[in-house]
């Protein structure tokens, strides 16, 4: 079934794939963008993005925000960050790099996947893949971590460690590591196969295609 015989809004987790290209090249959902000071998230019943919560601080994403579909950190990404509980139950999520600006969240857009973040928030694995637009002028040809300037990977640190910092309370979050490409495509199998045990084997259509379960 293709995508011009869905009568209905597919939901962006579980009605796309995450892909025919991935783990190379990933579909991204894009909640948050780099002018959004308030959190938005993806509700995970309707499908629809909700407001999770206004910034405490003027900290911004200093790149695109979202989430690979048909991913979910579990028990398998759980193991692939030594030090953690239990995965966060999320999607997988993704910053993407563009040299253009992109304004408008609920987009979707293909991602060259470089590398990753590894990072713990009280006691869960909570990976941030980190990625190019497909066919960026400026970061289209990047295809590790370590291509991209260093103060970059440094924003996106730097935002991680503070976006849910609470006055008063001590830091919840650790960035324990960074990590290239063959590790970032570990990660989004895990994730794929984490989804897949819960929600139920899935074949893999084309982007934006509608999904059939078996």
Same mark, same amino acid.
């Given at each position: ?88 139950? @999320? ?7 563009? #040299?253009? +600006?992109? &304004?408008? *969240?609920? !987009?979707?857009? %293909? ?82 196969? @984490? ?7 899935? #074949?893999? +259509?084309? &982007?934006? *295609?509608? !999904?059939?379960? %078996?």
């Amino acid at each position: 079934m293709t995508a011009s015989h869905f009568h209905w809004r597919p939901h962006p987790w579980h009605g796309l794939a995450p892909g025919p290209d991935c783990p190379e090249v990933v579909t991204a959902y894009i909640e948050i963008t780099p002018f959004d000071l308030v959190k938005y998230e993806v509700d995970k019943v309707t499908g629809y993005l909700r407001v999770d919560r206004p910034q405490r601080t003027s900290s911004q994403p200093p790149a695109l925000y979202g989430f690979i579909p048909q991913t979910l950190c579990g028990e398998r990404v759980k193991r692939l960050a030594p030090g953690c509980d239990r995965g966060d139950g @999320d999607p997988l999520d993704i910053c993407v790099i563009s #040299e253009r +600006p992109i &304004a408008h *969240s609920e !987009v979707l857009l %293909r991602a060259r996947i470089l590398g990753g973040l590894k990072i713990v928030d009280r006691g869960e694995a909570d990976d941030k893949i980190v990625a190019v637009l497909e066919g960026d002028y400026v970061w289209g040809d990047a295809r590790e971590l370590d291509e991209l300037p260093r103060t970059l990977i440094e924003r996106l640190e730097h935002y991680f460690s503070t976006y849910k910092l609470v006055p008063g309370e001590p830091p919840h979050i650790r960035i324990t590591g960074r990590y290239g490409h063959a590790a970032a495509a570990e990660v989004i199998r895990a994730a794929i196969e @984490d989804y897949q045990e819960a929600y139920g084997d899935v #074949e893999i +259509p084309a &982007a934006g *295609s509608a !999904v059939r379960r %078996r």
